[in-house]
């Protein structure tokens, strides 16, 4: 276990390499870190340690003192175990490859849908080893029920959501005079961490955990960092099929329509930095589960491809998969025919290439 120790330099004297008598040491320090060139701005605070090992020398952690250090909840949790943990489904058969082993996990059961109405308790936040994101144990004040979400980012234990899906409370209803003023309703229902019909939310603000339908729970922006921006609210006649959608932009940059009673819940996901994380040595990964990724091009010519022949020749063929489909190149595996009708923009692929080909 990583333990923390705080070290002093010395003042600078002749004997001061010799003697510390007041010294202390640390093996963690908090590293200021700028991102990639990616158009991101700012930067942040990262964990490194002191190079005791070589596995910890490139190790880079997101700095996440508030999380809770015991046991889930354990009524909320299932245990993981059989073949789904070496990616083969019901017949034994690999269907997704480069998985196996890792550590004992219990699967946390989230809730998605938030159909929950009143106000729910945040007892406090913890790591989910099956997501990138935290998750927050809630307790309904009424009925003291506990439930798992998503965690936003800033949510902390003794924070106060509520989920609107079921309907606008009476006594808010009241407050504003038996009639929907959507100024005093934003203003008093659009907070972090509460979900949501997405008809409520006001125009340009960020949610994650977006539904695509009434009945079903959330669906999109649901990993570390993620948020999704309402665009526009279609207006039509009631009744029509257009006033039933809510547009909105995910991070791919895909604009697509929701159900206008889709869920959402206000805010980011939390734990952003997940993605500048750095394990550190290849036995983190095998800790979380991953198997190591080997290249066609050192196989076998009866394991690949790619496999085979003298030195690094992959056979004067073009780049394709262990199962013989083209890949790399541009190779389109979408058919033009089978649109989705929801999706209002795509998402810019190969780079944004063909977009600007297309501007210009």
Same mark, same amino acid.
């Given at each position: 276990?990583?333990?923390?120790?705080?070290?002093?330099?010395? @003042?600078?004297?002749?004997?001061?390499?010799?003697?510390?008598?007041?010294?202390?040491?640390?093996?963690?320090?908090?590293?200021?870190?700028?991102?990639? !060139?990616?158009?991101?701005?700012? !930067?942040?605070?990262?964990?490194?340690?002191?190079?005791?090992?070589?596995?910890?020398?490139?190790?880079?952690?997101?700095?996440?003192?508030?999380?809770?250090?015991?046991?889930?909840?354990?009524?909320?949790?299932?245990?993981?175990?059989?073949?789904?943990?070496?990616?083969?489904?019901?017949?034994?058969?690999?269907? &997704? *490859?480069?998985?196996?082993?890792?550590?004992?996990? *219990?699967?946390?059961?989230?809730?998605?849908?938030?159909?929950?109405?009143?106000?729910?308790?945040?007892?406090?936040?913890?790591?989910?080893?099956?997501?990138?994101?935290?998750?927050?144990?809630?307790?309904?004040?009424?009925?003291?029920?506990?439930?798992?979400?998503?965690?936003?980012?800033?949510?902390?234990?003794?924070?106060?959501?509520? @989920?609107? *899906?079921?309907?606008?409370?009476?006594?808010?209803?009241?407050?504003?005079?038996?009639?929907?003023?959507?100024?005093?309703?934003?203003?008093?229902?659009?907070?972090?961490?509460?979900?949501?019909?997405?008809?409520?939310?006001?125009?340009?603000?960020?949610?994650?955990?977006?539904?695509?339908? *009434?009945?079903?729970?959330?669906?999109?922006?649901?990993?570390?960092?993620?948020?999704?921006?309402?665009? !526009?609210?279609?207006?039509?006649?009631?009744?029509?099929?257009?006033?039933?959608?809510?547009?909105?932009?995910?991070?791919?940059?895909?604009?697509?329509?929701?159900?206008?009673?889709?869920?959402?819940?206000?805010?980011?996901?939390?734990?952003?930095?997940?993605?500048?994380?750095?394990?550190?040595?290849?036995?983190?990964?095998?800790?979380?589960?991953?198997?190591?990724?080997?290249?066609?091009?050192?196989?076998?010519?009866?394991?690949?491809?790619?496999?085979?022949?003298?030195?690094?020749?992959?056979?004067?063929?073009?780049?394709? @998969?262990?199962?013989?489909?083209?890949?790399?190149?541009?190779?389109?595996?979408?058919?033009?025919?089978?649109?989705?009708?929801?999706? &209002?923009?795509?998402?810019?692929?190969?780079?944004?290439?063909?977009?600007?080909?297309?501007?210009?």
């Amino acid at each position: 276990m990583l333990k923390p120790r705080i070290w002093t330099h010395g @003042s600078g004297g002749a004997c001061s390499c010799f003697f510390r008598p007041a010294s202390t040491r640390s093996y963690a320090t908090v590293a200021e870190t700028s991102p990639p !060139s990616s158009g991101e701005k700012g !930067s942040f605070a990262m964990r490194s340690y002191k190079p005791r090992t070589p596995g910890i020398r490139h190790l880079r952690r997101p700095i996440n003192d508030h999380l809770w250090k015991g046991r889930p909840f354990l009524p909320l949790t299932i245990a993981k175990k059989g073949q789904g943990k070496g990616g083969r489904n019901s017949t034994g058969r690999v269907t &997704v *490859r480069h998985r196996g082993g890792g550590h004992k996990r *219990r699967i946390r059961t989230v809730d998605f849908s938030r159909l929950d109405p009143g106000k729910h308790l945040v007892e406090r936040i913890e790591h989910d080893p099956g997501r990138s994101a935290h998750i927050a144990l809630l307790s309904n004040e009424q009925t003291e029920r506990k439930s798992y979400i998503v965690a936003a980012e800033g949510m902390r234990a003794g924070d106060v959501v509520e @989920s609107y *899906r079921s309907g606008i409370p009476k006594d808010l209803m009241a407050s504003m005079g038996g009639v929907v003023d959507p100024g005093v309703l934003a203003a008093r229902t659009a907070w972090r961490g509460n979900c949501l019909p997405i008809h409520m939310v006001p125009i340009g603000s960020q949610v994650y955990n977006v539904g695509s339908r *009434r009945e079903r729970g959330a669906v999109f922006c649901r990993s570390a960092g993620t948020f999704a921006i309402v665009v !526009s609210k279609d207006q039509d006649s009631p009744g029509s099929k257009s006033d039933k959608y809510v547009t909105v932009k995910l991070q791919s940059g895909e604009v697509r329509k929701v159900s206008k009673d889709a869920c959402a819940t206000i805010g980011v996901a939390s734990n952003p930095n997940h993605q500048h994380r750095q394990l550190g040595k290849a036995g983190r990964s095998r800790w979380l589960g991953i198997r190591p990724t080997v290249r066609g091009l050192a196989m076998n010519a009866s394991d690949h491809p790619h496999g085979g022949g003298r030195g690094k020749s992959k056979g004067n063929v073009h780049p394709v @998969s262990i199962w013989g489909v083209p890949t790399k190149s541009g190779y389109k595996t979408r058919k033009k025919s089978n649109t989705n009708k929801f999706v &209002v923009a795509a998402r810019p692929r190969n780079q944004g290439k063909r977009r600007r080909a297309k501007q210009s």
